[in-house]
């Protein structure tokens, strides 16, 4: 099947990418990933329905439990004072794409939330702010970390973190990396000065928090859109261009994601010729 970015409309298809299991603290939920079918978001700055933490993370569930692509936005907004863990956000397990923009708002104190399998937000709907569209918002987050360790594009719009001072380690990755058109996050209300966290274990110097699991992998490279390692010598190799958010090889089937149509497993620019019954042959 074909997915489009360009228009807005998604279409399902294989997954292009094993997804990650067990390997990070988080538990996988109670659901199995849906690779067929997209998830209905919202539009920008519409939150998740409930009046308590306890009803908006149930809504979460019902909603988004086993998506992998969400068409439009996530917005979720808590109440303080209410007591979670990693797994309460464990329903956005298997989640790889949002066509739309992303916020956090009024976190309450914990540990950690960790998206383990996202790897793109598209911007298609953007925040407005004074310094232009943003796609990541991250706003009161009192205390933890936010991990999004497979994060490696934001295809359009900017990343804005604001009053996150218990929440300063996004200060360690290399947003320059995953922003597109030359943008650059902003730091300047986040309350943050310094990270808490040493990244000088991971290849890339930069990192999400502690551990090898949360270390960035870099895929820009100088005279290539997305490049990823030769499993050879380890030198930087080229992706496609039809691909978006890296890829693991050089061919336009092995890319993470596809920067227009996903004609089932191909990055392709337009759509085939389309095909005739024969009720002779009984074939298309």
């Known amino acids: 099947m074909w ?3 360009s228009a807005g409309l998604v279409l ?23 690779a067929d079918t997209p998830c209905l978001g919202d539009s920008t700055n519409v939150f998740i329905k409930g009046t308590t ?31 979670l863990t990693e797994d309460s956000f464990n329903s956005l397990y298997y989640l790889k794409e949002i066509s739309g923009s992303l916020q956090f708002n009024t976190i309450p104190s914990m540990s950690t939330i960790t998206l383990p399998n996202l790897r793109i ?10 310094g232009g569209p943003v796609s990541l918002l991250i706003q009161s ?19 804005v973190f604001v009053s996150t001072s218990g929440t300063c380690d996004f200060l360690n990755v290399l947003w320059t990396d995953i922003l597109s058109n030359g943008l650059l996050p902003d730091y300047s209300n986040s309350g943050c000065s310094s990270p808490s966290t040493d990244c000088s274990s991971c290849s890339s110097g930069h990192c999400w928090s502690s551990g090898s699991l949360y270390c960035q992998n870099l895929t820009k490279c100088q005279g290539c859109g997305r490049c990823f390692k030769s499993s050879g010598d380890g030198s930087d190799q080229c992706c496609s ?11 336009n089937t092995q890319c993470y994601a596809c920067s227009t149509l996903n004609n089932n497993g191909s990055c392709v620019t337009q759509c085939p010729p389309a095909l005739v019954y024969d009720p002779v042959l009984f074939k298309l």
């Open 121 to 130: 937000i598209r911007g298609q709907d953007t925040f407005a702010s004074s």
């Open 3 to 5: 997915r489009s970015y």
């Open 241 to 251: 261009d039809l691909c978006a958010a890296g890829c693991y090889g050089s061919t």
């Open 53 to 83: 933490t306890a009803e908006v993370l149930g809504q979460l569930y019902s909603r988004f439990c086993g998506c992998t692509y969400i068409t439009g936005s996530l917005s979720i907004q808590l109440s303080l004072g209410t007591a």
């Open 12 to 34: 399902t298809c294989s997954c292009l990418h094993a997804l990650m299991t067990s390997c990070f603290a988080v538990t996988p939920p109670g659901c199995t990933a849906i």
């Open 141 to 159: 987050f009192t205390n933890g970390f936010l991990n999004l360790p497979s994060l490696t594009e934001i295809s359009n719009g900017g990343a």
